[in-house]
Each structure stands twice: as structure tokens, then as C-alpha cells.
């Protein structure tokens, strides 16, 4: 008998073929999570091991699969992933303002493999057209730091990292959840999650330095949206998702036996 109940989530983000992050861990962390995954392609990342390489999909491609997802009418979530320019991130706001569900934004402006090429014209648009349709944002400490203007050096402890949360969200108008990783408790990891005046400090027992972690963060911002969908409440939407990425690293697995870095491994339901 088919089923009438199903929940179903978009993501628009980037393809990485080498499936560590980008849409295919979105995909991953939603099916996990039992929910029907969508998706809307922005760019095509190769990752070698000199180079990465960002080639974003034609305006024209984007606006196209944008209008065919307007065939959906009941996302129970959302999460935009890399934007590769001021036109995209334009269309997807058109896009996002014609929804009522829980939107995640993980402002994908820096990658582990490399940052990205900074472009002052697509950190503004963040700031005044996209952030403040999202319910909750999740940049990692650089994509913060770009975000609001400061360099990663003056983020040199937890009150640092902390206001630097407040700060992103009152300039987004809307929830942010900053990931700090480590470096600011010992044998912790630290994420800053920020909801008008609540602050909550997030902290898990640090991982070997040689965990598989290529992922991560894509896999924490989807298992967010996973959970939103689901019913949860910001809060523990978030430290839901925590424990499944700290579950996630740790199931992680090598690229190949040359490499020393290594994917994190989708384990089980992102709300358990």
C-alpha cells in the first residue's frame, strides 16, 4: 500500500564526487533519517589531491531545476549548501521566499581541502538576502569569520567564539550555530549554537586526530535539516545532529590506501 505520510526534505547544494560532503552526504544523512530527499545542483566540485576545483552549473540549469521543484508543495525542510555566485544565491532566495518550512543555510564559503576564492559580493548577499530567510545557520569558524567581517586569529577562545555567534546572528536576523571544532576546550570539541538571547555551548569528547572527517559539516547542517523535518526543536534538532556526526566520524572510512584523510560514514538516524 503507498504511502501518503512521507516527509520529504530538499537539498540545494554541490555535487563532490568523491561523496564526502555535498549533496550525496545530504542525501545519505536524509535517507538515514528516513525521509524522501529532493535536490537542486549548483556545482560540480572536483577534489584532487593538489587541487580542488568549483564548476558551477549554468544559471539557466539552476532556475530550471528550481521551477521544477516548485511541483513540491509540502518540504517539511530545506538546506542550501554551496552557491557559487551573486546570481545563484539571487535565484535561490526567490525560491526560498515562496516556502514555509525550516530552512537551514550552511554557507559553504571555505572548504577543508582549500578555501574557496573569496568574493565580497557573494559574502554580502549572504548577509542581506539569505541569512535572514533561514531558521538557523551553520558556518564553520572561517566561514564565520569571513561572515562578519574578522580574521580567524581574533577568535582565540570560547567568549571569542561566542560573540562572534551573537554577532552573526543579529546581523542575520536569525539563529546561528557556529562550529568551533577544536582548540577551545580541552579534549573537546566546541560548537556555538545561538538563538535570539539563549546561547548554548555544544560540546562533544574530542576524536583522534587521525579521524576520517571529510563530510563533517555538510553531515551535521543535513542532520539538522533531518531533525527540523521531523518535529524537533532547534535545540535538540542540533545536538541530535551532533552526536550523529560524532557517530558518523568515527564509522568514517579511507578514500584509498595512499591518502591519509578519509570520508565520515552515515551510521544510523540522524535523531537518535
Keep these: 500500500m503507498a504511502q501518503k505520510n512521507v516527509l520529504k526534505v530538499l537539498t ?4 563532490d564526487s568523491l561523496a564526502g560532503g555535498g549533496l ?25 589531491p593538489e587541487d ?14 528550481l521551477r521544477s521543484l516548485n511541483q ?3 518540504f517539511a525542510a530545506i538546506k542550501v549548501g554551496l552557491l557559487t555566485s551573486v546570481t545563484q544565491l539571487d ?35 549572504y548577509r542581506e538576502r539569505l541569512l535572514p530567510l533561514a531558521t538557523v545557520i551553520t558556518p564553520n569558524l572561517n566561514e564565520a569569520a569571513l561572515l562578519s567581517d574578522q580574521s580567524v586569529k581574533d577568535i582565540q577562545n570560547t567568549s571569542d567564539l561566542t560573540a562572534i555567534a551573537l554577532g552573526l546572528s543579529q546581523t542575520g536576523r536569525t539563529a546561528a550555530l557556529v562550529k568551533g571544532g577544536l582548540g577551545f576546550l580541552s579534549d573537546e570539541t566546541l560548537d556555538v549554537l ?11 569528547p574530542a576524536l583522534p586526530a587521525d579521524s576520517f572527517i571529510n563530510g563533517a559539516g555538510c553531515t551535521l547542517a ?33 578514500i584509498n590506501s595512499n591518502r591519509l584523510d578519509g570520508n565520515v560514514f552515515q551510521p544510523g538516524q540522524p535523531s537518535q
Design 12 to 15: 540545494i547544494a554541490g555535487s
Design 91 to 125: 535565484l535561490v532566495v526567490d525560491f526560498l521566499r515562496q516556502q514555509t518550512c525550516p530552512i537551514v543555510v550552511d554557507p559553504v564559503l571555505a572548504l577543508k581541502e582549500g578555501e574557496l576564492a573569496e568574493n565580497p559580493a557573494l559574502v554580502a548577499a
Design 52 to 65: 580542488v576545483q568549483v564548476f558551477g552549473v549554468d544559471d539557466a540549469i539552476l532556475a530550471a531545476q
Design 194 to 204: 545561538v538563538k535570539g538571547e539563549e546561547v548554548s555551548n555544544l560540546s562533544l
Design 222 to 254: 543535513a542532520a539538522v535539516t533531518a531533525n527540523l523535518a521531523l518535529g524537533h526543536d532547534l535545540k535538540a534538532a542540533v545536538s541530535l545532529a551532533q552526536n550523529f556526526v560524532h557517530q558518523a566520524i568515527q564509522a568514517g572510512y579511507p
Design 24 to 48: 550525496q552526504a545530504d542525501l545519505a544523512t536524509f535517507a538515514q533519517a528516513g525521509l524522501a530527499g529532493f535536490s537542486a545542483l549548483t556545482a560540480i566540485v572536483t577534489i584532487d
Design 72 to 74: 513540491i508543495d509540502d
